[in-house]
């Protein structure tokens, strides 16, 4: 799957924060960097990518490990996942307590905090766990440690946006392509379609216009995390379809469509280019891409193989008339 879809994103990214929910996890600074490895030399030739590695917090994280990795220069994140909130997070935090010790010591040496954000108990309806967790946990965290550098990656609601925007300038969000665009209309009318279920899943349409308001708003606390999931059809297509919607190729082109929509083009780069390396402290990429608006639809690949199966692109449900070029620096 990293061969099949790794020249999707070099295409169009610098780099990009790096997911850690594998079987097994990245757990540890060394686990960080054998996947590291994996992922370079999986890049076609002529590509430049910089994988922005991060760890699986667990309640068995080691803060001297963490520390050691940070300071390395190898680990730029650790990643916070509920147990059973979303793809392979079984190993997930179960009580937030456990990983305090661990909080501390990041909060001390500055490195960012990513979280998926939904409680997991069974007595809360799906659609109330962002903001519950906003609640029970991310606030008595932040409460706790002021200091600490948190991400609230792909947020899906109003009370996400709101908690963001009075939160302080130590407190971030990320927001998916597919988030600006489908609402809960779109998996569940006229008959359940897999392609669109992904977790936190997607929202009533007064959370979708709240998210698209702070995305294109040009404010530097919210910016693009894609959470492009690659999985093979056979696994969506099925009884009991697994989370995750596929991104990577047409990423940019539903971007520029959404933000000119907004009448907001102007704050496109901050969103997808300035704003997320500003929060964790990195340099603007050097290379950029140039768009254009044609007159004719682009092309999209609605499918891709991958092994022995194949996987489904994200259908925006409108035509793409924003293609993009790569230009020197």
Not at 23 to 33: G, N
Not at 211 to 235: E, I, M, V, Y
Request: proline share 8%.
């Amino acid at each position: 799957m990293l061969k099949a879809v790794l020249p999707h994103t070099s295409a169009d990214f610098g780099r990009a924060i790096i997911m850690p929910n594998l079987v097994p996890p990245v757990v540890t600074t060394s686990d960080a960097a054998a996947y590291r490895e994996r992922i370079l030399a999986a890049l076609p030739s002529g590509h430049s990518f910089e994988p922005l590695m991060t760890l699986y917090l667990t309640e068995g994280s080691d803060p001297a490990d963490v520390e050691a990795g940070v300071k390395s220069g190898l680990i730029k994140a650790l990643k916070l996942y509920p147990a059973g909130a979303t793809t392979n997070s079984d190993s997930g935090v179960r009580k937030i307590e456990a990983v305090y010790p661990v909080l501390e010591k990041m909060s001390e040496i500055g490195v960012p905090l990513c979280v998926h954000g939904e409680v997991t108990d069974p007595d809360i309806d799906i659609y109330d766990r962002e903001a519950v967790f906003i609640d029970r946990v991310l606030d008595p965290i932040r409460q706790r440690f002021p200091a600490l550098r948190i991400v609230m990656e792909h947020i899906t609601t109003k009370d996400g946006v709101d908690y963001v925007m009075g939160a302080g300038p130590a407190t971030g969000a990320t927001i998916t392509t597919h988030h600006l665009i489908i609402n809960r209309n779109a998996y569940l009318v006229g008959g359940i379609k897999p392609h669109y279920y992904c977790l936190p899943v997607a929202k009533r349409e007064e959370h979708r216009l709240a998210l698209r308001k702070a995305a294109t708003s040009g404010n530097p606390k919210f910016f693009l995390g894609t959470d492009s999931a690659p999985h093979p059809d056979k696994a969506k297509e099925t009884a009991c379809g697994c989370a995750g919607i596929y991104t990577s190729i047409n990423t940019v082109s539903c971007l520029a469509h959404v933000f000119e929509d907004e009448g907001a083009l102007e704050h496109l780069e901050a969103f997808a280019s300035l704003n997320g390396p500003a929060f964790y402290g990195l340099s603007p990429n050097e290379e950029t891409i140039r768009l254009l608006k044609g007159d004719a639809p682009i092309d999209i690949i609605k499918k891709f193989p991958a092994g022995d199966d194949e996987v489904t692109v994200f259908d925006p449900g409108f035509p793409l008339l924003w293609r993009h070029e790569a230009v020197s620096a």
